[in-house]
C-alpha cells in the first residue's frame, strides 16, 4: 500500500514542477521546508524515501520524479519526467517542426562527436538544410538559446551539450535510436555523452566517474580490461607535457591538471 501522500509532497511536487529539474542540494532545501511549513516528519537522509511516495502516486498519471547525475559534475538532479511520452516528440507542444529538426540535428552531431559536444558554428551551420523550414542563423541562434533556457542542452564558451534534464527524460529514446553510439557509464550505467573511451576494450565512463575510479591509483588500469587507461585523468598532477587527450575539450572544466599512463 503506498505510503500517503501529505501537504508536504504536494508542495515539492509543485515546486519541482515549476522548476522542471532541481540540483540535489536544492532538493534537500526544498525537501525539509515542505516538511517544516506542514509539519510532517523530516529526515535528511529520506528525500529518495520522500520521492518515492510522491512517484507511487504519479504512476497512474505516467509521471515520475526520476533522480540522475551531472555529466559535468557528477552532482544529482532531480527530474519531473512524462512516462507517457518518450520521444522527441513530448516536446511537440513547446516548439515548432523545424526547432523539433533542428534540435535533432543538433542532437545527432553531440552524440556522434568525440567529446559529446557540438560547436555553435557547426549547428548554425545546419540551419539552412531544414527540409521542413529553413532557418536564418539569427534565428536559429535564438532557437539554441530558448533551448538552453528551457534546459533541453547546455551551451559552455559556444559550445552546446545535451543539458542534465534532457538526459533523464530522454535516455531511454537516446539508447534506442542512437545504437551504434549511445553507451552507458562502466561506473554509474547511466546515458554517457560526455565521457571518456578505452582504447583496448571500449567501454565508456562520465568525467567523475573516471576522476573517482581512479582517484587512488598511480597506475591507472581500465576497470573492464584492466589495460592501460591512455586518456587524461582529470585532477590528478600533470607529470609531463603531453597534449590533452581526445576527451580535450569536454574536460576542460575539470582537469586542473592531468596524467598519462
Not at 535533432?104 to 560547436?119: C, Y
Amino acid at each position: 500500500m503506498a505510503a500517503q501522500m501529505t501537504d508536504a509532497h504536494r508542495r515539492f511536487l509543485q515546486v519541482l514542477m515549476s522548476h522542471g529539474i532541481m540540483e540535489g542540494s536544492e532538493a534537500r532545501k526544498l525537501h525539509r521546508r515542505c516538511c517544516e511549513i506542514h509539519k510532517v516528519y523530516y529526515a535528511h537522509d529520506k528525500l529518495d524515501d520522500f520521492v518515492s511516495t510522491i512517484n507511487s502516486h504519479l504512476q497512474p498519471l505516467f509521471m515520475q520524479i526520476r533522480k540522475g547525475l551531472s555529466e559535468g559534475d557528477g552532482k544529482a538532479h532531480y527530474a519531473l519526467v512524462n512516462l507517457a511520452e518518450t520521444e522527441i516528440t513530448k516536446m511537440a507542444s513547446d516548439y515548432t517542426e523545424n526547432e523539433l529538426e533542428l534540435f535533432r540535428k543538433t542532437m545527432d552531431l553531440i552524440i556522434s562527436s568525440e567529446n559529446g559536444f557540438a560547436s555553435s558554428t557547426d549547428i548554425l551551420n545546419l540551419a539552412d538544410q531544414l527540409k521542413t523550414k529553413k532557418m536564418k542563423k539569427k534565428e536559429a541562434e535564438q532557437v539554441l538559446k530558448v533551448f538552453a533556457e528551457d534546459k533541453w542542452l547546455s551551451e559552455r564558451n559556444g559550445e552546446y551539450t545535451l543539458h542534465t534534464r534532457c538526459i533523464i527524460e530522454m535516455e531511454q529514446y537516446i539508447l534506442s535510436n542512437y545504437q551504434d553510439m549511445a553507451r552507458k557509464c562502466y561506473i554509474c550505467h547511466s546515458l554517457a555523452i560526455q565521457s571518456q573511451v578505452c582504447d583496448s576494450c571500449g567501454i565508456r565512463m562520465h568525467l567523475p566517474c573516471v576522476r573517482k575510479c581512479f582517484r587512488a591509483q598511480t597506475d591507472p588500469r581500465c576497470p573492464h580490461c584492466n589495460d592501460c587507461w591512455s586518456c587524461d585523468i582529470p585532477g590528478m598532477s600533470r607529470i609531463d607535457s603531453q597534449s590533452p587527450s581526445k576527451a580535450g575539450r569536454a574536460e576542460k572544466s575539470f582537469v586542473l591538471s592531468s596524467r598519462r599512463c
